[in-house]
C-alpha cells in the first residue's frame, strides 16, 4: 500500500475506508481493504493534494549516485512513488506489494517518456520473509507503508538485506508512530550498530494542506547509506 490518510473524512464511502485502513490488524485485513480501495486510491491521493511520494522521491534522488541501478519501492500501492522517480529519471523500479489490485494500478504508471515507471511489480508480505535475493538492489524507498496496521519495525531487516552496501535508503514513518512503535529506537540502533551510516530523518507533511496539530498529517522520513 501507499500514501498516509486524509486530512478529512467525507461523509460517503471514503470514510468507510479511512475508518478501516486505521483499524487494519493483519496482513488479510490490509488485503481486504485496498482491494476495496484500489479503485479510486489516485483519485483520493489528488483530491488531497498528497505530496509525500514526491518528498521521498527527490530525498532519494538528492542523495543517490546509483544511475541506471535497480531501485526496490517496498509497499509501493498504486505506484505513486514509481511515478514520482520515473519523473526524476529514476530507473529501473521495481515494486512489491500486499495488494494485487493495487499492483495493477502501479502496472499503469508512466513516466514523462512514456515507459512504465516500473520495471518488474510483484506480491509480498512484508511482515516476514521476501522472495528476493540479498544485494539484489542499489537502493530503497518507501512511503507510506510504514503506518497504522500490522507492520512494526521488524520488517527493516528483510528489506536491508536485499539492499547491497552502500545504497540510498529513505524509508517514511508515520510521524505518530515513530517513537511509539519503536521506529526511532530500530534506526538508531542500526547507526549505532554500524548496519546504515549517514542516518538523517526529517519531518515532512504528506499533504500541502496538513494540519499542524495532527501528527498523522506528518511523516518522519530516514534517509541513510545501508553498510
Known amino acids: 500500500m501507499t500514501g498516509e ?38 483519485q483520493f491521493l489528488n483530491d488531497y493534494r498528497y505530496i509525500y511520494a514526491r518528498q521521498a522521491a527527490e530525498m532519494f ?6 544511475e541506471g541501478e535497480p531501485v526496490l519501492d517496498a509497499g509501493c500501492g498504486t505506484g505513486r512513488l514509481g511515478w514520482e522517480l520515473s519523473r526524476l529519471g529514476i530507473s529501473p523500479v521495481d515494486g512489491i506489494d500486499i495488494s494485487p489490485e493495487m499492483l495493477a494500478k502501479a502496472g499503469t504508471m508512466s513516466g514523462p517518456d512514456g515507459a512504465p515507471s516500473y520495471r518488474h511489480l510483484m506480491a509480498g508480505d512484508l511482515t516476514g520473509s521476501i522472495d528476493l ?13 510504514f503506518t497504522h496496521g500490522h507492520l512494526g519495525p521488524d520488517a527493516l531487516a528483510e528489506l536491508l538485506r536485499v539492499v547491497r552496501p552502500g545504497s540510498v535508503g529513505v524509508i517514511g514513518v ?8 519503536g521506529f526511532k529506537d530500530r534506526f538508531e540502533r542500526y547507526a549505532s550498530d554500524g548496519v546504515i551510516d549517514d542516518l538523517d530523518v526529517q519531518l515532512r507533511s504528506v499533504y500541502e494542506d496538513a ?17
Not at 498523522?216 to 553498510?227: K, L, M, Q, R
Open 5 to 42: 490518510h486524509s486530512p478529512q473524512e467525507p461523509g460517503d464511502e471514503r470514510a468507510a475506508l479511512l475508518k478501516a485502513a486505521y483499524a487494519v490488524k493483519s496482513p488479510d485485513d490490509n488485503r481486504a481493504l485496498y482491494a476495496k480501495w484500489a479503485a479510486t486510491y489516485e
Open 61 to 66: 534522488a538528492e542523495r543517490s549516485p546509483a
Open 133 to 145: 535475493g540479498t544485494d539484489s538492489y542499489s537502493g530503497l524507498v518507501s512511503s507510506g507503508v
Open 211 to 227: 494540519d499542524d496539530s495532527n501528527a498523522n498529517h506528518f511523516a518522519s522520513i530516514a534517509t541513510f547509506i545501508v553498510n
Open 174 to 181: 508515520n510521524a505518530s508512530l515513530f517513537e511509539s512503535n
